[in-house]
T-cell receptor, first 116, second 117 residues
Framework: AQKVTQAQTEISVVEKEDVTLDCVYE???????LFWYKQPPSGELVFLIR??????QNEISGRYSWNFQKSTSSFNFTITASQVVDSAVYFC?????????????FGTGTSLTVIP | DTGVSQDPRHKITKRGQNVTFRCDPI?????LYWYRQTLGQGPEFLTY????????KSRLLSDRFSAERPKGSFSTLEIQRTEQGDSAMYLC???????????????FGEGSRLTVL
């Protein structure tokens, strides 16, 4: 069973619009970790955020914010006032063990295009 | 440059040939991972090392694939008798583990793109 689902394959927005990228995960573990990574055209995945399962506090970092809801198994990512430089593929990932095995399960990604 | 570096960035080969990719992780990182990414998909775990020990291998890693990390520093991923289905981006990542230092984030290289003709 797929552990991380990113239902939005592609999204296009006009610059300065807000955009939310959805992520739904599946796990039986009570302790797990969720991540968002950005993959620009250069190909290198860039870490954006990690959230522990026991910390449901939402987080804001500049124009980025993350909404973690265990009740719906979702970890959504919002970009406020989008910019052209935000154009990239964004991956949500789940890790069920931080120090043993540590397999990351990535979603299929959402390709975001910000139109100037 | 102190990030994860991979070489070569691009490799085109004919079916049946062997190829080898190299990854140099961030120097103080004790964990090294190999992932494979095909078009339109997220990275898929292949294998990982803690220092020089290969601790886990995915079932995606057929017997044509072998990975080594001989001195716990750089790693190589070799694919023997390549097939067209091996065409993908091969990503290397590293992380620091142990004594509370582990934050879970992986630091990725830019990948090695393999095209098998």
């Amino acid at each position: 069973a797929q552990k991380v689902t990113q239902a939005q394959t592609e999204i296009s927005v006009v610059e300065k619009e807000d955009v939310t990228l959805d992520c739904v995960y599946e796990t039986r573990d009570t302790t797990y970790y969720l991540f968002w990574y950005k993959q620009p055209p250069s190909g290198e995945l860039v870490f954006l955020i990690r959230r522990n399962s026991f910390d449901e506090q939402n987080e804001i970092s500049g124009r980025y914010s993350w909404n973690f809801q265990k009740s719906t198994s979702s970890f959504n990512f919002t970009i406020t006032a989008s910019q052209v430089v935000d154009s990239a593929v964004y991956f949500c990932a789940l890790s069920e063990a931080l120090d043993t095995g540590n397999q990351f399960y990535f979603g299929t990604g959402t390709s975001l295009t910000v139109i100037p | 440059d102190t990030g994860v570096s991979q070489d070569p960035r691009h490799k085109i080969t004919k079916r049946g040939q062997n190829v080898t990719f190299r990854c140099d992780p961030i120097s103080e990182h004790n964990r090294l991972y190999w992932y494979r990414q095909t078009l339109g998909q997220g990275p898929e775990f292949l294998t990982y090392f803690q220092n020089e020990a290969q601790l886990e291998k995915s079932r995606l890693l057929s017997d044509r694939f072998s990975a080594e990390r001989p001195k716990g520093s750089f790693s190589t991923l070799e694919i023997q008798r390549t097939e067209q289905g091996d065409s993908a981006m091969y990503l290397c990542a590293s992380s620091l583990s142990g004594q509370g230092a582990y934050t879970g984030e992986l630091f990725f290289g830019e990948g090695s793109r393999l095209t098998v003709l």
